[in-house]
C-alpha cells in the first residue's frame, strides 16, 4: 500500500465494501443486516482509503450520549474499527481516529468510550483502559428463593410498557457515571420495530407503576448446559429485586444456568450470589476526553465537592486539549479554563481519562507515569477530578 492515506466520512456507495472489510476482521457471518448497507441516523462511518480509491480502513462514531452525574453528555464512542490485513501497521487506524475525533469536536461531542479488541493502538491515540464490562455465570439453583409479596405485581411485558422500561432504566442509571442515555436518533432508529428485546419481558409493578423489570433470552434445551441469558435486571427498590430475582431462579430446573451483566451496587445485585459466579467474559473499555473543557463543564459533579487546582495538560493526539489548566468546582459544576504560565502538576491525557472516569486516583496515575509533579507538591490535589464514583457500561457497542 503506498503511504498516502485518505480519509473521509463513508457515503452510501461505500458501505458494501465497508461491510466486507468488517466481515473479514471480525469473522462475521456472510449475510449482512440491512443497517450495515444502509444510512443510520446517528452514527457517522469513517473511511481510510489508498491512492488507488481501495478502502483500507474502517471505524464509526456512534453519537451517544452518557450520563455523569445526572447530566447527559455528549460522546463520540467508537465501534466498528477494521483495517484490511495488507495495510496495518502503517498508520491507517491513526489516520481514521485522527478525523473521528476532529469530526467529534465539531459537532460538539466531549468524550469517547470504546471497547478494544487491543489496547495498545487506542492507548497510542489517548484512550486509556477505565473499566470491564463482566458477564458471570450464576447457578440458578442458587438464587434465593422467597414469597411473593402481595404489594407487588408480577407480569410479562408487551410492546407498550417499552416507555415504562426505559424510564425505570433511566431512573437507574442517570445519577451515575459513564452509562449511555439510550437517547437520540440512533437509539430511536433500531428501535422503530417496536418489538420487545430478547425472549421476554418480566415487570414488577408496584400500585401499577413500573418498579423492576428484565429482560431475557431464553436459549435452547433444558439440559445441565442450558442457560438462560438476563439482557438486563433493574430494580428500584430491595423487594421489586427480590421479586425479579425469584422469578429468574423459578428457571432452575429447565435452565440450570442464570448468565447476566451485574451492575454494581444496584438493588439487584444486592440479591445475587455473587460470590458464586462464575466469570463468562470480560470485555475492556477505554475512556478518552473528545474535550477536556466540555468533558467538565457538561457532566455534573457532588454538591458536596469544592476546589481549584491548576495542571498542564497534554494530548499530542488532539492539541486543541493541551495546555495549562484551572478546574474549579463548587455547588454541583465545574469550569475548566485555561491559565497563563507552567504548573506543578503535568497530566497526560491518558491520565486525564483515568481520573475522569474514576477508575484510579492520582498517586496511582503519577506511578504509573502519566503524571508527574514539582518536588514538594501532592499530586492528590488532581482526585478532585475523579469525584462522584467510578464510571461504568453496560451496554456493549
Same mark, same amino acid.
Given at each position: 500500500?503506498?503511504?498516502?492515506?485518505?480519509?473521509?466520512?463513508?457515503?452510501?456507495?461505500?458501505?458494501?465494501?465497508?461491510?466486507?472489510?468488517?466481515?473479514?476482521?471480525? &469473522?462475521?457471518?456472510?449475510?449482512?443486516?440491512?443497517?450495515?448497507?444502509?444510512?443510520?441516523?446517528?452514527?457517522?462511518?469513517?473511511?481510510?482509503?489508498?491512492?488507488?480509491?481501495? @478502502? +483500507?480502513?474502517?471505524?464509526? %462514531?456512534?453519537?451517544?450520549?452518557?450520563?455523569?452525574?445526572?447530566?447527559?453528555?455528549?460522546?463520540?464512542?467508537?465501534?466498528?474499527?477494521?483495517?484490511?490485513?495488507?495495510?496495518?501497521?502503517?498508520?491507517?487506524?491513526?489516520?481514521?481516529?485522527?478525523?473521528?475525533?476532529? &469530526?467529534?469536536?465539531? #459537532?460538539?461531542?466531549?468524550?469517547?468510550?470504546?471497547?478494544?479488541?487491543?489496547?495498545?493502538?487506542?492507548?497510542?491515540?489517548?484512550? =486509556?483502559?477505565?473499566?470491564?464490562?463482566?458477564?458471570?455465570?450464576?447457578?440458578?439453583?442458587?438464587?434465593?428463593?422467597?414469597?411473593?409479596?402481595?404489594?407487588?405485581? +408480577?407480569?410479562? &411485558?408487551?410492546?407498550?410498557?417499552?416507555?415504562?422500561?426505559?424510564?425505570?432504566?433511566?431512573?437507574?442509571?442517570?445519577?451515575?457515571?459513564?452509562?449511555?442515555?439510550?437517547?437520540?436518533?440512533?437509539?430511536?432508529?433500531?428501535?422503530?420495530?417496536?418489538?420487545?428485546?430478547? %425472549?421476554?419481558?418480566?415487570?414488577?409493578?408496584?400500585?401499577?407503576?413500573?418498579?423492576?423489570?428484565?429482560?431475557?433470552?431464553?436459549?435452547?434445551?433444558?439440559?445441565?448446559?442450558?442457560?438462560?441469558? +438476563?439482557?438486563?435486571?433493574?430494580?428500584?427498590?430491595?423487594?421489586?429485586?427480590?421479586?425479579?430475582?425469584?422469578?429468574?431462579?423459578?428457571?432452575?430446573?429447565?435452565?440450570?444456568?442464570?448468565?447476566?451483566?451485574?451492575?454494581?451496587?444496584?438493588?439487584?445485585?444486592?440479591?445475587?450470589?455473587?460470590?458464586?459466579?462464575? =466469570?463468562? =467474559?470480560?470485555?475492556?473499555?477505554?475512556? #478518552?476526553? +473528545?474535550?477536556?473543557? #466540555?468533558?467538565?463543564?457538561?457532566?455534573?459533579?457532588?454538591?458536596?465537592?469544592?476546589?481549584?487546582?491548576?495542571?498542564? @495538560?497534554? %494530548?499530542?493526539?488532539?492539541?486543541?486539549?493541551?495546555?495549562?489548566?484551572?478546574?474549579?468546582?463548587?455547588?454541583?459544576?465545574?469550569?475548566?479554563? #485555561?491559565?497563563?504560565?507552567?504548573?506543578?502538576?503535568?497530566?497526560?491525557?491518558? &491520565?486525564?481519562? @483515568?481520573?475522569?472516569?474514576?477508575?484510579?486516583?492520582?498517586?496511582?496515575?503519577?506511578?504509573?507515569?502519566?503524571?508527574?509533579?514539582?518536588?514538594?507538591?501532592?499530586?492528590?490535589?488532581?482526585?478532585?477530578?475523579?469525584?462522584?464514583?467510578?464510571?461504568?457500561?453496560? %451496554?456493549?457497542?
Amino acid at each position: 500500500m503506498p503511504a498516502t492515506v485518505h480519509v473521509r466520512e463513508l457515503t452510501a456507495d461505500d458501505l458494501d465494501a465497508a461491510w466486507e472489510l468488517g466481515r473479514f476482521a471480525f &469473522g462475521s457471518e456472510p449475510q449482512r443486516p440491512a443497517h450495515h448497507t444502509a444510512t443510520v441516523p446517528g452514527l457517522t462511518r469513517y473511511g481510510a482509503f489508498d491512492d488507488s480509491g481501495r @478502502l +483500507v480502513g474502517k471505524a464509526v %462514531d456512534l453519537r451517544h450520549d452518557q450520563w455523569w452525574s445526572g447530566r447527559a453528555v455528549s460522546a463520540a464512542d467508537v465501534a466498528g474499527v477494521a483495517v484490511a490485513p495488507e495495510a496495518r501497521g502503517r498508520g491507517v487506524a491513526r489516520a481514521m481516529l485522527t478525523a473521528l475525533l476532529r &469530526g467529534a469536536r465539531e #459537532r460538539g461531542a466531549a468524550v469517547s468510550a470504546l471497547y478494544p479488541t487491543v489496547a495498545a493502538p487506542y492507548r497510542a491515540c489517548g484512550w =486509556e483502559a477505565a473499566g470491564v464490562l463482566r458477564t458471570v455465570n450464576v447457578a440458578t439453583a442458587a438464587l434465593p428463593r422467597h414469597r411473593h409479596s402481595p404489594d407487588l405485581a +408480577v407480569r410479562a &411485558g408487551t410492546p407498550a410498557d417499552l416507555p415504562a422500561v426505559a424510564d425505570l432504566y433511566e431512573r437507574v442509571t442517570r445519577h451515575r457515571n459513564g452509562m449511555l442515555t439510550r437517547r437520540g436518533e440512533l437509539f430511536d432508529f433500531f428501535a422503530a420495530d417496536g418489538g420487545l428485546p430478547g %425472549d421476554g419481558l418480566t415487570l414488577v409493578e408496584a400500585d401499577g407503576k413500573l418498579v423492576g423489570y428484565a429482560t431475557w433470552q431464553r436459549g435452547r434445551g433444558y439440559g445441565a448446559d442450558s442457560v438462560l441469558t +438476563v439482557d438486563e435486571a433493574l430494580a428500584v427498590t430491595a423487594d421489586a429485586a427480590r421479586e425479579l430475582v425469584g422469578v429468574l431462579g423459578s428457571w432452575a430446573s429447565v435452565a440450570p444456568t442464570l448468565r447476566l451483566c451485574p451492575l454494581d451496587g444496584d438493588a439487584v445485585s444486592r440479591q445475587l450470589p455473587l460470590e458464586s459466579a462464575r =466469570e463468562h =467474559e470480560r470485555d475492556l473499555w477505554m475512556h #478518552r476526553p +473528545v474535550d477536556v473543557a #466540555r468533558a467538565v463543564t457538561a457532566r455534573g459533579w457532588p454538591a458536596h465537592a469544592r476546589g481549584a487546582v491548576d495542571f498542564h @495538560l497534554t %494530548d499530542t493526539f488532539a492539541d486543541w486539549n493541551s495546555g495549562t489548566w484551572r478546574l474549579a468546582v463548587a455547588d454541583g459544576a465545574a469550569e475548566l479554563t #485555561r491559565v497563563g504560565g507552567e504548573a506543578d502538576l503535568r497530566l497526560d491525557v491518558r &491520565g486525564f481519562a @483515568l481520573l475522569y472516569a474514576g477508575a484510579a486516583q492520582a498517586r496511582s496515575v503519577a506511578q504509573a507515569g502519566l503524571l508527574h509533579h514539582s518536588p514538594g507538591v501532592d499530586p492528590a490535589a488532581l482526585d478532585l477530578l475523579g469525584v462522584g464514583g467510578p464510571a461504568q457500561l453496560l %451496554d456493549y457497542f
